[in-house]
């Protein structure tokens, strides 16, 4: 079984940029493919980004050069750096495995952009 804790959500102005994180524990971690989601206010939630277990990441088209994926098997920990956020970006992000297991959900992080 696979846990998953993100942290490194909070307040920050536009253009700003913050580093989530994503803690798994469990031995297979090293062998999943991971995503980010988030989650916006009255929305349904959607994927941001994909990291294979090789380290090939893929974005959702509307984001592509603000955001970055990567991970770090040996910490089990998967991240998400993004620069240049705007208001628009505001939700709970979530990571789970790509695709999602309905088991691996976690209680996300909330990022408000807002000046």
């Known amino acids: 079984q696979v846990q998953l804790v993100e942290s490194g959500g909070g307040l920050v102005q536009p253009g700003g940029s913050l580093r989530l994180s994503c803690a798994a524990s469990g031995s297979i971690f090293s062998i999943l493919a991971m995503g980010w989601y988030r989650q916006a206010p009255g929305k349904q939630r959607e994927l941001v980004a994909t990291i294979t277990t090789g380290g090939s990441a893929r974005y959702s088209d509307s984001l592509k050069g603000r955001f970055t994926i990567s991970r770090d098997n040996a910490k089990n920990t998967v991240y998400l750096q993004m620069n240049s956020l705007k208001p628009e970006d505001t939700a709970v992000y979530y990571c789970?495995?790509?695709?999602?297991?309905?088991?691996?959900w976690g209680q996300g992080t909330p990022v408000t952009v807002s000046s």
């Open positions: 789970n495995r790509y695709p999602p297991y309905q088991n691996y």
